[in-house]
Structure formats: structure tokens, C-alpha cells
């Protein structure tokens, strides 16, 4: 009752003012009266409509400050100080004012403003009207470190759904967000309401609940504030301007060479120019340089540059340049051979030349740059990078004179060279991450913190993505179980885990920050902790994985064509790397995963080969995944020219040799692949529904052939990896799979063996009931009464045996992962994959880790 009382008298109070004489419709006026060094602002409102979001701007004398805000804040930047009134008096309905709780301050010294406005107007209502407010603005103001924005919606109707993004200076970090969620990538920051002020009602800001954050450092102020991409100050963007001093330092036959004065102004970063010939576009650059190609000689040409900012704005023209190429006829001779070509650094994916200068009768205009036989780049100096390289991979480059009438020189001496790993140095340790853990593995990515993984892995695969059956696109959006039947051929249509992925709230006990979710974000579930993960571990790479066992069924399909495989990799790329998931109950959205994932992981099961019941299999798969592999590569390359950023991309890859055979052009492959994941389990199981190896036990991931192997083919880590090898797959390009499961067998044999290679009655039952035959590692040790564990020395493998007629089970301990590190590092391979994280309690993560140091 006390509380509608309250409400009751402020409504008396505001009826009972006198309305000041008219001025301008929907314009406030503002009345400023000085006791002692006391100030106040008495806002009126002398229209016909209630006026919301308005602001005091004004002037005090130098040295004069404002402290002690009432009813208001106040920011003060040098003598010009602003008044943001407080959320109860942010409207002032016509014919009212803010009395008795107008906007009121205390001066260091008595001084009357200057300058002042309101609403963009002069605060007695003199000149004229305001232009129009924009349709959404944001006022910041600070106090100490910490920094608030009220959004102003100044329509008619409610807006629903917003954010801010705003830069910081190097190194100034921001946190503690009160009424919104924040990200910081970099510089750029993020605020996204939560979900009581997502929408805001005309002609209202968001008082009480603006959201707030803490700076580190209390100098800072945010820049480049925008709300919805619209700048929060309401103001136009302002296109760059003009380049100057457009100029052409060298010009031969068939080329001309031009360089500017970077343009300045404009309200957006510049990201790059186009240079135009006569009206024709020439060339897209991001620097302040570019060679025009494919002209005619002793042509008259005429060239501009045109600046173009962050949203693609084009700047005006720069003053025209006019050119003439050169006349091939008044020169023939060639220039000297450059020499002493040689690397001077080396990247995963570039590598930089340098070499010495020729010489010419009238000058050399530039070099050509050959990888093989291909034109590679050309340049002005005696200096190149060439990139979009493949990792691990040699290259030989030669280097060609260019002199002003284009005559040629002999190539130089080739130079041999190779790109890094993408490691660099060391050894990856490569984790696959599942998608359903979250469910009855009760495994979060937050374990992958807790139990130390995180800090040892080198890459993150999330698994799986799916293929639309429909548009033939990466599928995203959707939550649909499979069927029980494993064996079912349409198990994977359409099914999809948009919840598990990022719809899906985590509380704070499973969060990797120990932050719950509140069920109202636009990035939830396990992409979000994917994002909080990279932020504690910044040198994680985190790839999607597309397909997998069940889920490759119409990987045959999108590589079948050119139009297909383009169009595939389009969606992938839009939807994983862009981040521009569909919405899904309130979550999703454009760019709303964006920055999570670092690269591709491919799971074709298997191209050319039998997998999954029903997977589409085509005649020419093997040729398709080549190129579809080339696509990726391509797509993902281009994406690089425009982000500054290089993505990866890798494949799990067969262990058995037909089906290497059958679907990979394994040399041609390693042309654009990062890593083969190679798969170094399940060589032997007896399945989930006992139709595959059900009667005799066998191991799983031996490193080497076993003699008393009885099937046709002794699979092995060794026997796999030197088919790789043997097909001339550079070692570092390669990591071997790590099983963290276990393969099980009941009714076995003893058969003096402790049940190696025994008769078996089929599959053991598993950790969960739809998946007889298989244990995570923690859960099988933990739950399979006195199977007593044993080391297999030859063949290096493990397996633990209950008894005569028992349950016999094969998997990697810390012994046999010790082993095959020590394998893997004397053939000089790149590291290990695992299959999958959540079998492990953090024991065999580190044992992996300690043995590849």
C-alpha cells in the first residue's frame, strides 16, 4: 500500500505544474537556475507528445567540474559535460516537467553553461527544430571503471531484439556485466541484453536495467558504439575519403603499377580499395598499392582509387591518373638472371623468398615468382611471401626478371622448400569432443577443463555435423533423434542436436566460467562453453566435425559435381565458421557463432567403401573427395584473404588398405589437407547388435601386426600409417588414433591365452544398453569386476580378461599410449587423435602429454 502511495503523489505532483508557453512541437526546454555553486535543470516538455531519450549537452569555464549528480548522471570531457536524467523522469509527458526531481549537480566553482542544448536543440527553444532522433540510440557515461549504456528506442513501436558492440584500446579489457551478457574478441566487445530488456517499448530506453560493465582500466572509453550496426549516437555513416597522390612508380607493356596516399575520414575502419580502369573495376586491394595486368602496349589508360570502409562503402574517386604503357619495340633485351633466391621464412601455409637484384639496359620493372610452373606472384621488389600453401609439404620456386618493356630473363636457380607443420614444433594432441556426452555420459566441456585436458590438446573436433538430405547443405538447426537400429539406413536423415549444440541453458556447475546461462542468450548449449573454453585456452584449435559414422550418408552426393561440392562447402563455411546459425528457440542467429571454430575436420565413412547402412556410395567417390577436400581448401583459403585468419582443415582417414584404395587419392589429397587423422582403432568388435566380429575376440588398436592374428589381413597402427608413408604423405601431416574406449566380448574362451583370439558368444554388454560391446575407458575400469588387466609386448596392446567364459575387452592404457608415443615420435609424426574425450578421467590425457614432450 506504502508503494502505491508513492506513485499516487508523484502523479499529483507532475498534474499540479504549470505548463510553460508553447515552443516547438516535441521539443523540451530546459531552465537553468544557480544557487551558490548548487546547478539545476528544470526540463519542460511544451508539446502535444511525450518526449523520451533527451540529454543536457553544455559549456563550463576551463577548471570549472560537476560532481554530485541528482536525478541524473553526469560525464564531464574537458568543459563539456552531459546530463543523462534518470530512468524516472528519461519521459516527460506534455504539458510537464521534471520538478520536483529535476536533473541537479554541484559546481567546483559558481558558473553559468554555455552552449547549451537539449535533444540537439538550444535549451530556451530559440532556432530551429531539431532534425529527427534516430530511430535507436545509446548514451555511454562512466563512473570510475565502471561504464553504462542507455539505449533510447525513439519509434513508435517496441523494438525487439538488439546489441552493442563497441572497441576498447589494446590491451583494456571489459567484464562484470550487469543486464546483458558481454564477449570480447580482441578489441571488440559485445553486450547482448538478457532477456527483461531484450525488447523496449516506444518511446522508451532501457532505466532501470541499462547495461553496465567494468573496464580494467578506468582511463579507457569505448569507440566505434554501435546498436545494431547503426552508429548509437544516431548520426550517418560517413564514407572515407578521397585517396591522394595517386601515382605510378613503374610501368612496362602490359602492365602499370600504381600506389596512394591511404584515405582518411570517414566514421567506419578502412578495409581496403578499388582501383578502377577508365570505369571498369581493375583490381580489389587491402593495402596502398596494386599492379593493373593485361593491358595493351603504348595504350593511353586512366586510373582511380576509391577507399572502401567496414560496411562496404565506396569513398569518392581520387583525382584521375592518366598512363601510357610502354612501346615493346623500343626495347628487346632481356634482363640479367636474378640469383641467390633463398628462403628467409617458412609458415605452415607461406613461405618468404628473397633474392638478388638484376640488372637491365633500361630498367627492370618487377619479378615473377614461379611455385613449379605456376605464376605464383609478381612483385616490384627483390622480395615475396607466397602463401595459400599446404603444411608439411616442399615446393620449388624459381624467379624471372621483368624489365619496363616486359622482356623476360631466364629463371633462376630453383629452390627447394618446405612449409612447417601447423603445429609448428612439438607435438598435436587431438581431442574429438561429443556432440550427445552431455546426456548420459554426463560429460560437459567444462570436464575437458577440469580434468586437465584442455591445457594439453592442440585441437578440439566437435562432433558431428550433418548433411541436409534435402539441399545437400551442412544441416544446423534442427533436434531429431536417430532410431534405435544402428542398422536402420535412415538413421541420420535429417536428425540433427541444435538443443545440445547451442539451444540448450548450462548452469553454472556445468559452465566452464562457473556462469549459468539464463535461457535467454543467443549462443547457449556446448557451443557457447566451446567459446568460454578458447577464451581460458586460447591456443586450442576447435574444429567442426561434418559427417561420421552415421551421419555420412550423402557425402557421395554433395561431392558428386562441381555446382554440389561449391555449394556444400558455401553452407559449411557460412554456418561454422561465419557462425550464422538458424534460430532455434530464441538462440541462433547471424554471427551468433562466430569466432568458435577454427577449421573443418571431414568424417567421410568412407568414400568409395561400405559404411553405415544405406550410405550413398558413387563410382567416382574417390575422384569426388579429392576435389570436394580442394573446395574446402579453396573456400576456406579465400575466407582467409578477407578475415587476416588461416583455417584448418583435416580428415579422419582409414586405417584398412581398400578402403584407402577405394576413396583416397592420398598424395593428391595431401595437397590441401592439414592433417589425416588416422583412424587406429576398431580393428576388431563385435558391434553393437553382434553383426560384425561377434565369435572371436581380437584387438582393437594393436601398434603392430600380431602373428597369431587368424584373419587374412593383420591390422595394425604400423600397418596403416605405412600406407600413408608409402604414398609419399609427409609423417607430419599424420596423427594416429587413440582408442578411450574399449571393445568387449563375453562367453570367451580362455584357451591358455587369457582369451586373446578366442571363440566368443558376442558382444559384452556395454556402458549404456544401446551400445552392447562398448565401455569408456573410466567406466570399463571402474565397471567390469576382476578383469585383470595384461600387455600384450608384441603386438603392444592392452586387454584385462575376467575369467574362463568371462568378458574379454581390448583398449588403450597409459602403457600402450606410452608406446605408441614413443612409435609416433621415432617416425617423426605429427601426434595423436583420440576417440573421444569423455572416456577419460584425465590419466590417460596426461600420460599422452608427458610422453610427447
Not at 618446405?418 to 554426463?442: E, H, L, N
Not at 592442440?458 to 534442427?478: E, R, S
Request: aromatic content about 10%; charged content about 15%.
Amino acid at each position: 500500500m506504502r508503494r502505491f502511495s508513492v506513485v499516487l503523489l508523484l502523479a499529483l505532483v507532475a498534474t499540479a505544474l504549470a505548463i510553460p508557453v508553447n515552443a516547438a512541437a516535441a521539443r523540451l526546454t530546459a531552465a537553468f537556475t544557480l544557487t551558490g555553486t548548487q546547478g539545476k535543470f528544470v526540463v519542460s516538455n511544451p508539446g502535444t507528445t511525450a518526449v523520451t531519450g533527451w540529454s543536457i549537452q553544455f559549456d563550463l569555464p576551463a577548471g570549472v567540474t560537476v560532481s554530485n549528480p541528482q536525478n541524473a548522471t553526469a560525464t564531464q570531457s574537458g568543459t563539456r559535460v552531459t546530463l543523462n536524467p534518470a530512468y524516472y523522469i528519461a519521459t516527460v509527458q506534455p504539458g510537464k516537467n521534471t520538478e520536483p526531481y529535476s536533473p541537479a549537480f554541484t559546481l567546483s566553482a559558481a558558473a553559468q553553461p554555455a552552449n547549451c542544448t537539449i535533444g540537439g536543440a538550444n535549451c530556451d527553444g530559440s532556432g530551429d527544430d531539431p532534425p529527427p532522433p534516430a530511430p535507436v540510440t545509446a548514451t555511454y557515461s562512466a563512473s570510475g571503471t565502471r561504464g553504462t549504456y542507455v539505449v533510447n528506442n525513439n519509434t513508435a513501436t517496441a523494438l525487439n531484439g538488439w546489441s552493442i558492440t563497441f572497441d576498447l584500446p589494446s590491451g583494456v579489457t571489459a567484464s562484470g556485466a550487469q543486464n546483458a551478457t558481454i564477449s570480447q574478441s580482441g578489441t571488440h566487445v559485445t553486450l547482448t541484453p538478457v532477456y527483461y530488456n531484450t525488447t523496449i517499448g516506444a518511446n522508451r530506453s532501457t532505466e532501470p536495467y541499462s547495461p553496465s560493465f567494468t573496464l580494467s582500466s578506468a582511463s579507457a572509453s569505448p569507440s566505434n558504439c554501435r546498436v545494431n550496426d547503426v552508429r548509437c549516437d544516431g548520426a550517418a555513416d560517413t564514407p572515407p575519403g578521397a585517396p591522394g597522390n595517386l601515382r605510378s612508380p613503374v610501368k612496362t607493356t602490359r602492365t602499370v603499377s600504381l600506389a596512394w596516399d591511404a584515405s582518411t575520414g570517414g566514421s567506419l575502419p578502412i578495409t581496403g580499395y578499388q582501383v578502377y580502369k577508365g570505369a571498369e573495376l581493375a583490381a580489389t586491394v587491402t593495402g596502398t598499392a596494386a599492379t593493373v595486368t593485361g593491358l595493351t602496349p603504348n595504350t593511353a589508360y586512366s586510373f582511380t582509387v576509391k577507399a572502401k570502409d567496414l560496411k562496404g562503402n565506396l569513398g569518392p574517386a581520387s583525382a584521375a591518373l592518366a598512363v601510357t604503357t610502354s612501346n615493346p619495340a623500343d626495347d628487346t633485351q632481356a634482363p640479367t638472371v636474378p640469383t641467390g633466391l633463398r628462403s628467409t621464412s617458412t609458415g605452415p601455409a607461406e613461405i618468404a623468398l628473397a633474392w638478388t637484384a638484376s640488372t637491365d639496359n633500361k630498367g627492370v620493372a618487377g619479378y615473377d615468382v614461379y611455385n613449379g610452373p605456376t605464376l605464383a606472384t609478381s612483385v616490384i621488389g627483390t622480395s615475396a611471401t607466397v602463401t595459400g600453401l599446404s603444411p608439411s609439404t616442399e615446393y620449388t620456386f624459381t624467379v624471372r626478371a621483368r624489365d619496363l618493356y616486359d622482356n623476360l630473363s631466364a629463371p633462376s636457380a630453383a629452390l627447394k622448400v618446405s612449409t612447417t607443420d601447423v603445429i609448428g614444433s612439438g607435438y598435436a594432441r587431438v581431442g574429438y569432443f561429443v556432440q550427445w556426452g552431455i546426456y548420459g555420459r554426463q560429460y560437459f566441456v567444462k570436464n575437458l577443463d577440469t580434468t586437465g585436458a584442455a591445457a594439453k590438446l592442440t585441437h578440439l573436433n566437435y562432433a558431428f555435423a550433418n548433411i541436409d538430405p534435402q539441399n545437400l547443405t551442412c544441416l544446423q538447426g534442427v533436434t531429431r533423434g536417430t532410431t534405435a537400429n544402428p542398422q536402420d539406413p535412415n538413421q541420420g536423415d535429417g536428425a540433427g542436436d541444435a538443443d545440445a549444440d547451442y539451444g540448450r541453458p548450462m548452469s553454472a556447475a556445468q559452465s566452464v566460467d562457473g556462469q549459468g546461462d539464463t535461457g535467454w542468450e543467443s549462443l547457449r548449449g556446448n557451443y557457447n562453453q566451446l567459446k568460454k573454453l578458447k577464451a581460458k585456452y586460447p591456443n586450442l584449435k576447435i574444429l567442426i566435425s561434418i559427417g561420421g559414422w552415421t551421419y555420412s550418408k550423402y557425402f557421395s552426393d554433395v561431392a558428386a559435381t562441381d555446382a554440389a561440392r561449391k555449394k556444400f562447402v558455401a553452407s559449411c563455411i557460412d554456418t561454422y565458421i561465419k557462425g550464422n546459425l538458424p534460430v532455434y528457440n530464441g538462440a541462433g542467429g547471424p554471427g551468433s557463432a562466430a569466432g568458435i571454430f577454427d577449421g573443418i575436420d571431414l568424417d567421410w565413412e568412407w568414400p568409395g567403401a561400405e559404411g553405415h547402412a544405406g550410405n550413398h556410395i558413387g563410382a567416382n567417390d574417390k575422384a569426388n573427395n579429392t576435389l570436394l577436400i580442394a573446395e574446402f581448401r579453396r573456400q576456406l583459403d579465400a575466407l582467409t584473404l578477407e578475415t587476416g585468419k588461416r583455417y584448418q582443415l583435416t580428415a579422419f582417414t582409414p586405417a584398412d588398405p581398400a578402403k584407402i584404395a577405394a576413396g583416397w587419392d592420398l598424395a593428391e589429397v595431401a595437397k590441401s589437407l592439414d592433417i589425416f587423422n588416422v583412424q587406429g582403432y576398431d580393428f576388431h568388435g563385435a558391434g553393437s547388435d553382434n553383426s560384425w566380429e561377434p565369435n572371436r575376440t581380437g584387438h582393437q588398436g594393436n601398434l603392430y601386426a600380431d602373428a597369431d592374428d587368424p584373419y587374412n589381413f593383420h591390422f595394425s597402427v604400423e600397418n596403416a600409417i605405412n600406407v600413408y608413408l608409402q604414398a609419399g604423405v609427409n609423417p607430419r601431416k599424420l596423427t594416429i588414433g587413440l582408442a578411450y574406449y574399449g571393445r568387449g566380448w563375453q562367453g570367451v574362451a580362455d584357451g591358455g591365452r587369457f582369451g586373446e583370439w578366442q571363440s566368443a558368444t558376442g558382444a559384452a554388454p556395454g556402458q549404456f544398453q544401446e551400445e552392447a560391446g562398448t565401455r569408456g575407458y573410466a567406466n570399463l575400469v571402474a565397471s567390469v569386476p576382476g578383469c585383470t588387466v595384461r600387455h600384450d609386448e608384441v603386438a603392444v596392446a592392452t586387454y584385462c580378461y575376467t575369467g574362463n567364459g568371462g568378458q574379454w575387452w581390448s583398449f588403450d592404457d597409459t602403457w600402450a599410449i606410452q608406446k605408441k608415443a614413443a612409435w609416433l615420435r621415432s617416425k617423426n609424426l605429427l601426434g595423436a587423435m583420440i576417440w573421444e574425450m569423455s572416456g577419460d578421467p584425465g590419466t590417460l590425457t596426461t600420460a599422452l602429454d608427458a610422453a610427447l614432450r
